[in-house]
DNA sequence: TATTGTTATACTCTATAACTATA
DNA sequence: TATAGTTATAGAGTATAACAATA
């Protein structure tokens, strides 16, 4: 702590660094335990988006999630092929899809869930809980709510 | 807290989601606090991999990193187009490049430091000290020291 | 034979622009 | 005119394979 301005040239000091591989690493051991289930990570994360607040059009499941409307398109695309997600044009605005989950979408969900939340717990294992949840909180406060209920 | 696995169907809650809109977040931020030196955060990342045990080869400086070696070239052939790091092969292995910072990239270093550093304060602002160093410590512990000094 | 740096190539993820159908 | 979904396309970023020089 020098008052000079000695900024710790430490790059696993880094905020980017440590994040960036976070990430990657929950990332790997996440799909890892979804495997059995047919679905990715990242299609956890769509299903996770759509089973917040249903029904939703694609565009609301799309920004609930962070990703473009036309990232979300093969998405779906990819979900819709293995029966886990339904698209049908909304009565009251035909421009829109209301995305549903399907049964085996709401099941494969919650099984995936289980796994995914092992995963994490196995990713977090050598930190204390109070430290754990603390992370989960602090990074919760970090990224902000992006509660658009609309 | 229930008994019969309710595995919280929340995506905010979810460590991937968490994990990677807070490193998209910093690197933002990051990236413009970073404009006024020319780089970039993932420029910056790779001078502090230099900067920690000069001299360094480029496998090693990549495997530093975590990025693979045919990144670092890209990355590399940047850095010296800018006059910020310079290479040369080793007298004892030639085969190897022995990759340093410039005076140019010592300074540049120096100043962009500082302000990813006061970026992240930035970014990390909504949290109290404690929680904000909990957080790095955990995701420190949580990433591993990649301390291969070789 | 193995390794370092390099190049060519391909793959993934994502966004921008343009099209269509609806409003 | 504007919006939702779609498609085509292009741009990052990255890794794999193959090559030259060196060990």
């Given amino acids: 702590m020098s008052s000079t301005g000695e900024q710790h040239l430490d790059l696993r000091r880094n905020l980017i660094y440590l994040l960036k591989h976070a990430h990657f690493r929950i990332a790997e051991l996440t799909t ?55 698209r049908h044009p909304d009565a009251n605005d ?11 979408g709401r099941e494969t969900l919650r099984k995936a869930t289980i796994a995914s939340t092992q995963a994490e717990q196995d990713f977090l294992a050598s ?13 919760r406060s970090l990224v902000a709510p992006p509660d658009t209920g609309d």
């Avoid at 289930?37 to 609301?60: C, H, T, Y």
């Fill in 32 to 86: 890892e335990a979804l495997e059995p289930f047919g679905i990715d990570a990242r299609e956890l994360g769509v299903l996770l988006a759509l089973a917040g607040r249903e029904p939703k059009s694609q565009q609301q499941a799309a920004q609930h999630l962070g990703i473009d409307r036309t990232t979300m398109v093969a998405k779906l695309d990819g979900l819709e092929a293995k029966g886990l997600v339904s």
């Fill in 127 to 139: 930190l204390t809980p109070q430290a754990a949840e603390s992370l989960r909180r602090s990074l």
């Fill in 94 to 104: 035909r421009r829109r899809n209301v995305v549903e989950l399907t049964d085996t």
